[in-house]
């Protein structure tokens, strides 16, 4: 009998890492979908190891603790999911943003590549300055905010042998996303303004989650985007959140960037979506956005406050 691949999880307590945990474990994450499978194969419950760290157990700005950690747990896939996230704050704390998002990727690759792991990190379609649109993977990068630039040094800082997995708009049923807001506000009966001259493409975690599985198993190296099949505005997604929830046209209003007060700390890209071509031709596409957003919304928790 063979035995489990072993994966270390970084970032397991976030959006993204509750899902991929127990994708990885055979479960069905809220929110998730049991028939989609990017790869065609079903995840067995006893094919993986998973060893799912959490910033408690796992400072991965620590080097010691990083080598420490991979010597003794000695993983086959190393996903470094653990991000400094908050784009807005990042603009004032530049420091921790690239300490995390840079150095902290450049230290997973060096000691996954030394106990023979493949590494598999995440990174973000903030890459792209948002001038262009369907964007591959060979498109320039030229970040308009700290958080992107952070994330494209860490990009930079990986081995040619890793594997980059740049996503977007990620929303699942156990984060803190914008969609948990859209949604309480829906449900109590608000109304909510959005802007709708932010194009991207939303990225439910369960699906990534499993697109992450098929990663795992093929190991591809290189750069690939993964996000739902399909591009919208942030105004567009808040309707459909509230359409789905019983609400009438009037409870999104679509509103400028520019209107927004006050104005984000960061600048944001006008048109970030990503083309998933490829992933889709060696693998398959994620289903199509509002087919797994009204699954997330209609799973997702009530009594969230903005
Ligand atoms: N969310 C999006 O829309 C989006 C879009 C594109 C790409 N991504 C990328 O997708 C990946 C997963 O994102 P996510 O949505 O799951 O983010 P998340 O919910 O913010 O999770 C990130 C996790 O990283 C942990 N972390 C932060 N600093 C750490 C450190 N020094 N050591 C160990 N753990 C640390 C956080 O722990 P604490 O809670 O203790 O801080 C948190 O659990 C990230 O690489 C992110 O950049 C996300």
Partial sequence: MTRPTRVLVTGAGGQVGVDLVDVLAGAVPPGGNSHFQPDGQVIDADEFEVLGVTRGDLDVTNEDQVRSALAAT???VVVHLAAYT???RAERDREACYAVNA???GTLSTNAHDVGAHLITISTDYVFD???GDYVEGDITNPLNVYGDSKRAGELLCRAEDTVVRTSWVVGVRGTSVVHVIADRARRGQAVRFVNDQRGTVTVAADLA?????????RPG?????????ATTWFDLAAFVGRTLGRGDDF????ATSELSPAPLARRPAASDLNTTKFARDFSSLPPWRESLERVVRDAPRGVRS
């Fill in 74 to 76: 000695r993983p086959d």
């Fill in 86 to 88: 908050a784009v807005d």
């Fill in 103 to 105: 150095a902290a990727t």
């Fill in 130 to 132: 948002g001038t262009k």
């Fill in 210 to 218: 499993r697109a992450l599985v098929a990663l795992v198993r093929a």
């Fill in 222 to 230: 290189g750069c690939w985007h993964v996000a739902n099949e399909g």
């Fill in 252 to 255: 999104a209003t679509p509103i």
